[in-house]
């Protein structure tokens, strides 16, 4: 086990190392780094003042060196619009986008695994077919456009939601939540709804699909000869063997939902990470942008990482095979 | 055969169909047998003869497109074959239980051995969790599982085939049922477990008064095992009878080809006999006698269906030109 | 040839099947018309349409913001309404689905064309090769495309080239694996091998005799791609960093018409949002079937 894990972190560790090298590329060979570090409105003096300072005159190596330990101390250059260190910018920022990810991934399983187990064990209900029908239009549909119809039906024609903002929040252990005041609730739904389309999905036809293999199973078929009940064959049984595909997917997807999140927070203008590139790339905001890159791959390295645990935790079968 | 009315299982007319769009498969047809206390009855047959389907038949586990459209199940005494879903599972694991091929997929793969135990003591009888570990704990120690404490807290792909199988076995026991159907329990298994296994079902079954039924397609097994033996062809039994009736003198074609087909110390270097043709495909049965396709014997008298068991032999067979000699 | 003695002598090629099986699902025939429909109307749109939208000599902004249905002055009829610029809906519509197909399809087609040659040479040569292009794949395959796709144009910036590079950078990993998959199957059989034995050169092997076997479920890869090319697109657009104004898909018209949902002048946003949809979802509906009547384990 310990080897494996130490093998999966130097995995990680060299996939991050080598994102630093694409974005340092990104950065100094293909965009002019003159432009995309220096503020567009100092003047020549300030330029040359920033070219020395940032070291750009430096062969590029040196200057690759340079920008590594920057990373490692947290010093990802300064946000030309905040004015405030990008990395502090970016954290200030997070949690909002963390919390609109979970409420997603929340509202997907609870709404997704119960739709996906009714339509794998009565295929041909209808609702089992709308269901599945609906699936489809769920993956499909750009999620940009759902977000404007969900603000368009609920809040302009029947003005039960607000449409835009971060209601109040509480504050707890220095940083901001939402989830826990009811107009904070309120602000939540519609984005968190928007986020979790895709989601929910994926998650009922993984469900289902999962129900129908294992329903004409041996084991299965076992557990109702010995005469259990079928609650329990149904809610032990075929839950516990499609929980493993499940729970990995929805790990997986956690980062493709953060991801997402850029077009939901624009659309409903929640105060997060997503809503902050996308200003930052119109803005020109260069270090902004870096510091969200480097943030974002660490994060994906990390919930990867995660997912494979937890994947090892659930599925004793894999256990075995790793500690041999 | 006994044929008290304490006959612990007494099926007759038993028919199971499975309704697709290529046609009617006629699974089941006809079926017919009785096992007593503490007997084990042989129920031999190929692959798609219809045994398995037989033995879900009995407990109600036959999933559409199947179903059983004919037939009478009496179960000591009472008749089940009309119950409903709820009533069979107050039997199934408890007065009738099952064992299946494959013992990898019949424990379930990411639920421990002890869970799957006790849940199926709980099944059945308000005990506590405690006491419901304690019996399965027991009931390994009993098919012969070494250390069962340990074993309790295992998974199942940590245990060897064979032990998985005993560990099956152990599950259809706790409940001392007064009837066991194995299907092919020791067909994916290599022989010196599969004699172990067999001489252990054997020995638990004489302790506890346990009928038994044995699906299987090896004669050998039978030979060794069982008081009585029903032998089945294309959804039909086509012949029955003790032991060694039927395999010193079978009567049907079939049985004989099968007999004939094990090979054999005393018949060293000559050629094995086989039985020509192949198993014919169910949707397409030919009218009659459904081996007549395959049997050197048969003329045209064999296109009408083949005689019923009368009721009183001892040794029954449905053929219209049965053997009446040991083949050379 | 697998019929039974004396089953009648009918000609049926295996695409006479395929075409059998596809037309089996009402819904998947369903979004190949449809889908068709729509081609067929981009491709036609300089004809069709009532108005050319980006020729600025026939716009008049006081038609500006008109509801569906309104007439304007010269008495032509604005069947989707009019945008702020005064434009009619229907022919902006119809002029975005020219974009916006060209920029899914085009993309989807050119990364599937890099991505299976990728795939099918890295799964025929083996060694280092394989195992370079493989670990690219999966690492690029654990990063949602959008954010791929965000990093390169913000790097680049903006513009129909760029947007273009940017999805068919996102999407040739698709490829490169499904091909990789298939070829390693195909490249045990016997006709590569036989293949192999006429000392044919290697890549009329991979591209004459392995490819055409990979293909059915590439074809499969590449119907969902070009949907999800052209949702991403549309996505990237709407976001301000895809296509420029002066070409603007379907995204942009959307995005153009955001501001006006609010005050209830749905349209401007709504009939692209429709398009969109409508064009995504045939695609899919089209992908879904064909890939259970490609899929070998499925075979009836």
Same mark, same amino acid.
């Given at each position: 086990m310990a080897t494996w894990l130490l093998r999966r972190l130097i995995q990680a560790v060299f996939v991050v190392l080598a994102m630093t090298v694409i974005v340092f590329l990104g950065v100094n060979v293909i965009g002019n780094p003159v432009d995309i570090l220096i503020s567009p409105e100092a003047d020549a003096a300030e330029r040359v003042r920033a070219i020395a300072a940032l070291g750009l005159d430096k062969p590029l190596w040196q200057q690759y060196l340079v920008f590594i330990a920057g990373l490692l101390h947290g010093d990802l250059g300064r946000s030309f619009v905040y004015n405030e260190p990008a990395l502090r910018v970016i954290l200030q920022r997070l949690p909002a986008t963390m919390e609109l990810a979970f409420a997603a991934v929340l509202l997907a399983i609870v709404l997704g695994l119960p739709a996906g187990l009714y339509a794998g064990l009565r295929p041909h209900a209808?609702?089992?077919?709308?269901?599945?029908?609906?699936?489809?239009?769920?993956?499909?549909?750009?999620?940009?456009?759902?977000?404007?119809?969900?603000?368009?039906?609920?809040?302009?024609?029947?003005?039960?939601?607000p449409s835009t903002g971060r209601g109040a929040t509480v504050t707890i252990l220095g940083t901001q939540w939402?989830?826990?005041?009811?107009?904070?609730?309120?602000?939540?739904?519609?984005?968190?709804?928007?986020?979790?389309?895709?989601?929910?999905?994926?998650?009922?036809?993984?469900?289902?699909?999962?129900?129908?293999?294992?329903?004409?199973?041996?084991?299965?078929?076992?557990?109702?000869?010995?005469?259990l009940r079928p609650v329990r064959v149904i809610g032990v049984h075929v839950m516990k063997?499609?929980?493993?595909?499940?729970?990995?997917?929805?790990?997986?997807?956690?980062?493709?939902?953060?991801?997402?999140?850029?077009?939901?927070?624009?659309?409903?203008?929640?105060?997060g990470v997503g809503k902050l590139i996308i200003d930052s790339i119109n803005l020109l905001d260069r270090p902004v942008i870096v510091a969200y890159l480097m943030l974002i791959v660490l994060l994906f390295v990390v919930i990867n990482l995660l997912v494979d645990l937890l994947y090892t935790v659930l599925d004793p079968r894999v256990r075995l095979e790793q500690a041999a | 055969m006994t044929r008290a009315a304490s006959a612990t299982l007494e099926v007759r007319g038993l028919s199971t169909h499975f309704f697709s769009r290529a046609g009617v498969v006629r699974a089941v047809d006809d079926v017919s047998f009785a096992v007593g206390r503490g007997e084990i009855m042989g129920l031999v047959g190929e692959s798609g003869s219809g045994k398995t389907v037989t033995g879900f038949s009995l407990l109600g586990l036959v999933d559409p497109p199947g179903r059983v459209v004919a037939g009478q199940i009496r179960f000591e005494g009472r008749d089940i074959t009309g119950l409903s879903d709820a009533e069979m599972r107050r039997l199934r694991g408890r007065h009738i239980a099952m064992v299946f091929q494959d013992p990898m997929m019949t424990l379930n793969p990411v639920l421990r051995i002890d869970t799957q135990m006790i849940e199926a003591v709980q099944a059945h009888e308000r005990v506590p969790r405690a006491e419901a570990r304690a019996r399965a704990r027991d009931a390994l120690g009993l098919v012969g599982i070494p250390s069962p404490e340990e074993r309790l807290r295992a998974y199942p792909h940590q245990f060897s085939g064979g032990m998985r199988q005993r560990v099956?076995?152990?599950?259809?026991?706790?409940?001392r049922p007064a009837l066991v159907i194995a299907d092919e329990p020791t067909t994916a298994l290599d022989v010196t477990i599969q004699a172990q296994i067999l001489a252990e079902m054997q020995a638990l079954c004489a302790r506890f008064g346990t009928a038994l039924i044995w699906?299987?397609?090896?004669?050998?097994?039978?030979?060794?095992?069982?008081?009585?033996?029903?032998?089945?062809?294309a959804g039909r039994i086509v012949e029955k009878g003790t032991v060694e009736d039927v395999l010193d003198q079978p009567m049907h074609p079939y049985t004989a080809g099968l007999i004939g087909s094990v090979p054999s110390r005393t018949r060293r270097g000559e050629r094995l006999p086989g039985i020509p043709g192949m198993t014919p495909n169910v949707l397409n049965l030919p009218p009659g006698c459904a081996f007549r396709t395959r049997c050197k014997r048969a003329d045209a008298t064999c296109a009408a269906d083949p005689p019923e068991f009368a009721e009183d032999a001892a040794h029954l067979h449905r053929c219209f030109h049965p053997l009446v000699a040991i083949p050379a | 040839m697998s019929a039974a003695?004396?089953?009648?002598?009918?000609?049926?090629?295996?695409?006479?099947?395929?075409?059998?099986?596809?037309?089996?699902?009402?819904?998947?025939?369903?979004?190949? =018309?449809?889908?068709?429909?729509?081609? =067929?109307?981009?491709?036609?749109?300089?004809?069709?349409?009532?108005?050319?939208?980006?020729?600025?000599?026939?716009?008049?902004?006081?038609?500006?913001?008109?509801?569906p249905g309104a007439q304007s002055a010269e008495g032509m009829t604005f069947w989707l309404g009019t945008d702020d610029q005064g434009r009619d809906m229907l022919s902006a519509i119809l002029y975005g689905l020219r974009i916006s197909l060209f920029v899914g399809a085009g993309s989807a087609l050119l990364a599937g064309v890099v991505g299976s040659a990728l795939g099918l040479v890295a799964a025929y040569a083996g060694g280092w090769f394989e195992s370079f292009v493989m670990r690219l794949v999966d690492l690029q395959l654990s990063f949602p495309s959008i954010l791929v796709a965000l990093m390169i144009l913000a790097f680049l910036g903006k513009g129909v080239g760029n947007?273009?590079?940017?999805? =068919?950078?996102?999407?040739?990993?698709?490829?490169?694996?499904?091909?990789?998959?298939?070829?390693?199957?195909?490249?045990?059989?016997?006709?590569?091998?036989?293949?192999?034995?006429?000392?044919?050169?290697?890549?009329?092997?991979?591209?004459?005799?392995?490819?055409?076997?990979?293909?059915?479920?590439?074809?499969?890869?590449?119907?969902?791609?070009?949907?999800?090319?052209?949702?991403?697109?549309?996505?990237?657009?709407?976001?301000?960093?895809?296509?420029?104004?002066?070409?603007?898909?379907?995204?942009?018209?959307?995005?153009?018409?955001?501001?006006?949902?609010?005050?209830?002048?749905?349209?401007?946003?709504?009939?692209?949002?429709?398009?969109?949809? =409508?064009?995504?979802?045939?695609?899919?509906?089209?992908?879904?079937?064909?890939?259970?009547v490609l899929n070998p384990k499925l075979r009836r």
């Open positions: 209808f609702l089992a077919r709308t269901l599945m029908a609906g699936s489809i239009l769920g993956f499909s549909l750009p999620s940009f456009w759902v977000g404007l119809m969900l603000i368009m039906v609920f809040a302009v024609q029947l003005g039960w939601l939402s989830f826990l005041t009811v107009d904070g609730l309120r602000h939540m739904i519609l984005p968190a709804c928007n986020l979790a389309l895709f989601n929910v999905s994926l998650i009922m036809r993984l469900a289902r699909a999962g129900v129908r293999e294992a329903l004409p199973s041996d084991y299965v078929r076992f557990a109702r000869a010995k005469g063997n499609i929980l493993i595909p499940v729970v990995t997917v929805v790990g997986l997807e956690l980062g493709t939902t953060i991801a997402f999140s850029v077009v939901t927070e624009t659309i409903f203008a929640w105060p | 099956a076995i152990a599950i259809a026991l706790l409940h699906i299987t397609h090896d004669l050998a097994v039978v030979a060794g095992l069982a008081d009585h033996v029903a032998v089945m062809y | 003695a004396g089953a009648p002598a009918r000609e049926e090629t295996p695409f006479r099947r395929f075409l059998a099986d596809f037309a089996e699902s009402r819904m998947a025939v369903l979004g190949l =018309v449809v889908f068709a429909a729509i081609l =067929v109307a981009a491709l036609a749109a300089p004809w069709v349409s009532p108005q050319n939208p980006y020729d600025l000599a026939q716009l008049d902004i006081m038609d500006g913001r008109l509801p947007v273009m590079l940017a999805l =068919v950078i996102v999407e040739w990993a698709y490829y490169a694996r499904t091909a990789r998959g298939s070829a390693m199957a195909e490249r045990r059989r016997e006709y590569i091998e036989a293949a192999e034995c006429l000392a044919l050169p290697r890549i009329r092997v991979v591209f004459r005799h392995l490819l055409p076997n990979c293909m059915p479920p590439l074809i499969v890869v590449a119907t969902f791609q070009m949907a999800r090319a052209i949702a991403l697109e549309a996505t990237l657009s709407f976001l301000g960093l895809g296509v420029p104004i002066t070409e603007p898909s379907l995204g942009l018209l959307i995005a153009n018409g955001y501001q006006y949902m609010l005050s209830g002048k749905y349209w401007i946003s709504f009939y692209p949002g429709i398009a969109l949809l =409508v064009t995504i979802v045939s695609i899919n509906l089209v992908g879904d079937h064909l890939r259970d």
